[in-house]
């Protein structure tokens, strides 16, 4: 199996050349998602991370990360939102991923931090969460100037000279002990909290905050206890799963290819991805409403129902075609007909999206007789709708088509 975006023959005409980007041959159907991501509507909280596209071919932009699921593959960027939907993402490219020249200077982590942020229109005080691959105190510096809250763990290497405790003072004071400074520029609190080992957080949205217990195994006594953690170590752990929630429901249903091109992972995860911010925005909107959604199985199902069912889909026949002699050809009609008459196929009911979406739904007169498929009417009618494939009313005293294809 092979599907092309961009065909070779256009290459050296395309607008983005190899020597530019390395994902040339998708980058139509890449900036296409891109631009339809950044339509969404930003929640308060949102987090980045590192997303992986399974794939372990050859490619020289091929990454490896310890404790994904996924460990090899294609290493994307993600901003989303707490819940999972995602607002920007970058593929890594290397030295030539795509940046804004002015966040080069921080890095590729911070940058890509700045990058992401930066195409969208973030409202004053929207907090932001990351771990220790992106912080550093130079992007906590920038966010604040953009008047952005933050918070993310932070490598003890790049304190910039801050003071805390070390880790045999903290765990001779026992585990839920943490210590606090503020950093130089003033207005950034470092928090380290020991647990099983220590842990370092950055934040200017709140100090230690009011200290929470939480339940911890105990190795030694072989029973749970009560832990002291700050709250900026709850909010942190509660909001920063947003990307690990998006990548759990891309691994539900993820569109199996067996191909060993890095553009047909990458062309379906695009596809993947779209299928289910698509159902996050759906899911958001009933949940609005107080009504009831659907899971994502059922989503996708009606999706391909909605596209096989367009316009020019015809049954894709399968095995070696071959031709029939005549005596064959009589008996196959006698047993169609044969069989038509004893019973008749059972008509499937369009889905929501095809029979509302007012495109080609025309009436046409049969033969027969056939109960109206427009709720609550039970009258028979000799009309159905060519697309959808189903019974309706088309009189003078009553016009179930309308009805039908306007209802939702």
Same mark, same amino acid.
């Given at each position: ?18 020597? *530019? ?23 308060? =909280?949102?987090?980045c991370d590192e997303q992986m596209v399974p794939f372990t071919g050859n490619l020289d932009i091929k990454q490896y990360i310890r404790g994904k ?38 890095? *590729? ?30 992007? *906590? ?56 080992? %220590? ?51 891309? %691994? ?16 379906? =995860? ?14 958001a909107d009933r949940k609005a409403k107080a009504e009831r959604s659907m899971d994502l199985l059922s989503f996708r199902m009606e999706i391909a129902?909605?596209?096989? %069912? ?21 008996? =196959? ?27 080609? =739904? ?39 088509f309308k009805e039908f294809h306007i209802k939702k």
């Amino acid at each position: 199996m092979d599907l092309k975006i961009v065909q070779n023959q256009a290459r050296l005409q395309s607008m983005y050349p190899d020597n *530019l980007d390395r994902l040339w041959k998708v980058r139509p159907i890449i900036d296409i998602v891109q631009k339809k991501t950044q339509t969404i509507s930003p929640s308060e =909280h949102l987090s980045c991370d590192e997303q992986m596209v399974p794939f372990t071919g050859n490619l020289d932009i091929k990454q490896y990360i310890r404790g994904k699921p996924c460990p090899w593959g294609i290493k994307i960027f993600v901003l989303c939102n707490a819940d999972g939907r995602v607002l920007s993402f970058e593929i890594y490219q290397s030295k030539k991923t795509n940046m804004a020249e002015e966040y080069k200077s921080f890095g *590729l982590g911070a940058g890509m931090v700045l990058n992401l942020a930066g195409r969208l229109q973030l409202v004053e005080f929207t907090k932001l969460y990351f771990d220790n691959f992106f912080t550093s105190l130079a992007l *906590l510096e920038r966010l604040s100037e953009m008047g952005l809250y933050r918070t993310g763990t932070i490598r003890s290497n790049r304190l910039q000279g801050a003071r805390l405790e070390t880790d045999s003072d903290m765990k001779k004071r026992g585990r839920g002990s943490f210590c606090e400074v503020v950093a130089s520029s003033g207005d950034t609190c470092l928090v380290k909290w020991m647990d099983n080992r %220590s842990v370092i957080l950055a934040s200017n949205m709140i100090e230690s905050g009011a200290v929470n217990k939480v339940r911890r195994w105990c190795k030694q006594t072989k029973a749970y206890l009560q832990v002291d953690q700050p709250q900026v170590v709850s909010l942190y752990n509660q909001y920063m799963g947003g990307v690990d929630k998006f990548d759990q429901m891309l %691994s539900y249903y993820r569109t199996f290819i067996r191909s060993k091109k890095w553009t047909m992972r990458l062309i379906f =995860h695009m596809v993947d991805l779209s299928i289910c911010n698509s159902w996050l925005e759906y899911v958001a909107d009933r949940k609005a409403k107080a009504e009831r959604s659907m899971d994502l199985l059922s989503f996708r199902m009606e999706i391909a129902e909605a596209l096989t %069912s367009a316009e020019g889909m015809t049954p894709r026949r399968r095995g070696r075609p071959r031709s029939l002699t005549s005596s064959e050809e009589d008996e =196959h009609e006698n047993v169609d007909e044969s069989v038509s008459r004893k019973r008749k196929m059972k008509l499937q009911r369009p889905c929501s999206a095809g029979k509302n979406d007012a495109f080609s =739904h025309w009436p046409q007169k049969v033969k027969g007789q056939s109960r109206c498929k427009n709720s609550p009417c039970v009258l028979k009618t000799r009309t159905m709708c060519l697309k959808c494939n189903v019974p309706l009313c088309l009189e003078e005293d009553r016009n179930c088509f309308k009805e039908f294809h306007i209802k939702k």
